[in-house]
């Protein structure tokens, strides 16, 4: 008997009221994948992110998760579906009035039969893997922009979900900051097998970490090519291509 | 010094002029308008160049100004070459011309007329209601479950509110009440002086402060002053996506944000309006002394005859209905916030209003019903 894939998308449709955004949306993501969604500014991509996450109902079609249907499910399923997630918001969206350490132990102390001293413990080790040991004390404002997404990353990853959703790693990061970034996504998918959903425009990330892709096309408003990065660079539609080389011709 | 911007026309073939172009022509010594060159034309003139050997200085002015030309030159059928212009001018004009204008839907030239502003913000209001029952449902909800000791929030955060919204309004607070104590005691003085019987200014003042002005003072004061605090608060959670992070975590934000702001104001506003009735009647005595002769210890007699147990817990009634009005419309209109600064201000003003609108109606509202059950 095969297993269900860890993420399959069909028929879905996002968008707001009578405005569709993105319709007919079929994809699957494979477990301990890096799954890239992309796309041109304004295409839909944190609005599917948003679908995926249960932040915003699909118009139409489905997301399951290991088979079962995210979006139909009781409301009570439906939240332990959502704690496989973890989320990386852009800005990171820490919690502002709580420090780095109180961020990523409000999960933990929500969701976990550990004691105090044991969450410590869990947040001082994720805090060091994100790189920012130490820093527990710090509130958020206190932190730059680069470490905010770290954090928020150990927040993400706080309750070893399943699958990690990435809005935007890169979004105003310096190019070495977002390739920091990039590595340690991948490090992580590499030890804990975690799968990755990576929301993006940044082509030197797409490139560098995607396993998977999903491309979607403002202008007719559905995806357009599914697939490696790299085949889609090769020898994918002649939009993606160009969106992939910046609009230089190879 | 050079002069601004010099034009001449010069015929040149059959029905063609050039406009000679000299001197500087930039915005901030003003330009000639379009119509004004077109009208200096011989009639007739089919054909328009330019001869910018003599222009000594321009800005994205001069290209505005020739977009424009264009726009009169192709409705009255005229040709213009705009050869001779700079090769700087000339690739500016190309790009704006780049994109063509789009039709964009949704933006509907010109603003609507007052009848349909009107209209608007009533059908805005009308569909705000439901949202606003929801929001009372959850927070009725959260309390539930505060009461059966499940609900998740910090303590640390009920004491940081409740410093903020308690002692650091008590400036404002002593302020306000003591101008509106001076202002009450005045008021009555001059009446009760008709009939002799000023010393009833301790009465008026009293029971006044204590039943009614306190309170709806301290719900002003706290409506502006936290209330707005609370949806600035909320609403920047909410364009920062932390309150997303919270649903998506299953969190209730409403136990974890709403309850320590609805319980600070619901415990520190009855307190604030006892401490500005007080306040109040302090002015009271201050006028009644000082302006219209009565002793102290009479003014204190009067005032202990007048006020009953009654009379205080009617106004630390008002006070506890008037703060969670506050912290609901507050919180409510935080979380309600769009995506973006200018809604973040937006959120602030629409708090403080749809405040002070609850209070208001909650004050009519149980005046009416505390002077029909006879309180």
New interface residues.
Partial sequence: MSVPPHIEVSGLAVGYGDYVVQRDLDFTVNQGDIFVVMGGNGCGKTTLMRAL???QAPLAGTVRYGGEDFWNAPEERR?RL??R?G?L???G?????LTLAENVA??LS?YTALTQAQIDEVVAFKLALVGLAGFGDFHPSELSGGMKKRAGLA?AMALDPDILVIDEPSSGLDPLTARRLDELIVELRDSLGTTVVVVTHDLASILAIGDNSVYLDADTHTMIATGHPRDALQNGNAKVRHFLTRGNPT | METAWQLELRPAAARATILALGGRWRMAAGLPAPESILDRLTPGTRRLGFDASRLADWDSGLPTLIAGLQKLCTARGIELDTGGLPAGVQRLLALAQAVPEQAVPGRSGGSAGICMRVGAAVIEFARGLPAMLAFLGEVTLAFGRLLAGRARFRLRDLWLEIEEVGPRALPIVSVISFLVGLILAYLGADQLKLVGAQIFIADLVAIGMVREVGALMTGIIIAGRTGAAFAAQLGTMQVNEELDAFRTLGIRAVDFLVLPRMLALMLMVPLLTLYSGFIGMLAGLLVAVTIFDIGVFEYYTETLRALTLTHFLVGLSKGSVYGAMIAFAGCLRGMQCGRSAAAVGHAATSAVVTAILLITIAASVMTIVYYQLGI
């Fill in positions: 996450v249960g932040l939240q959502q704690r997630l989320i918001f852009q800005g969206a820490l919690w502002s009035s409000l999960p929500e927040r």
